[in-house]
């Protein structure tokens, strides 16, 4: 009786010695840094601003103890705020008329006065920011009043025009 591994329907294996492979060590390269060191910047050119701007640069990193730079971004930010609602410009090449404007992002470690400079180079607008939202506030109210009037007024003459009583609205 044949046994299955003798059936000529099975493959045979021969099995040839070979050279051994000798690994090499794959040299890699080194890996490229995601972000850039934080400390190589260039230094803001703060005597380039207007004797106004300078000055209240030059007053934040007194009173603030950080960074020129950052101070200036935050007297930009604050300038850019006092003239935005009062001036456009025109585009050069569309001719469209755009706001004044400049949107800003400051870059740095936790701890190293961002708020505390934006507050001082803000303080100036403060005393309007809190009339501005007063003065909202007066409108909400007096827009909700003749809303309220307003929805009353239109109840009464659906209820009229359906044939109801109008006593208890």
Known sequence: METQLDSPLQPTF????????????????????????????????????????????????????????????SVLGAASLAVQAHADIVHPISGKPQPLSLNLIAVAESGERKTSADNEALKPAKPWELQFERDYKDKMRAYDRHAVHRVRILTIETAKRRGHACAHI
């Open 14 to 73: 021969s099995f040839v010695p070979t050279t051994p492979v000798v690994e090499q060590p794959v040299k890699t390269p080194k890996p490229i840094p995601l972000r850039q060191e934080m400390n190589v910047r260039p230094e803001f050119p703060v005597d380039s601003l207007c004797p106004l701007l300078k000055d209240a640069v030059e007053a934040i990193v007194d009173i603030v103890n950080c960074p020129a730079d950052l101070a200036a971004l």
